[in-house]
């Protein structure tokens, strides 16, 4: 695991840019449905192992980079991907880069490696 360079809640801060317009009822971002950094750690060792993939020039990079080591923190197999310099779903709208192309082998490598991890 990588090193977090800011806190769970400087992250948590970062996410609530703009969240009006996602969640505009207050009360429900509250929810681990919000952001399941959220999740109290009992909730969150029920997790299967998990696959998280994070682009380096995301406004999200450092709230999947916290939710990769809390889960981590709380026992559950983690293995996390950054995609270096590259913007929020930049993998899925540009599919034809060389890094997209990275993107997918790896969510499929982890996707083995989850489904042969739980067997």
Do not use: Q
């Amino acid at each position: 695991m990588i090193g977090i360079a800011s806190s769970l809640s400087d992250s948590l801060n970062l996410a609530l840019i703009n969240v009006d317009a996602y969640v505009p009822n207050k009360e429900d971002r509250a929810s681990p449905y919000f952001s399941p950094l959220l999740a109290s750690p009992e909730l969150l060792m029920k997790l299967p192992p998990t696959y998280i993939e994070v682009c380096g020039a995301d406004p999200l990079y450092e709230n999947g980079i916290v939710y990769a080591k809390k889960l981590e923190d709380c026992g559950v197999p983690v293995r996390l991907f950054i995609l270096e310099g590259m913007p929020h779903g930049s993998f899925m709208g540009f599919p034809e880069l060389n890094s997209s192309k990275v993107a997918h082998a790896k969510t499929a490598e982890a996707t083995k490696w989850a489904l042969e991890y739980s067997s």
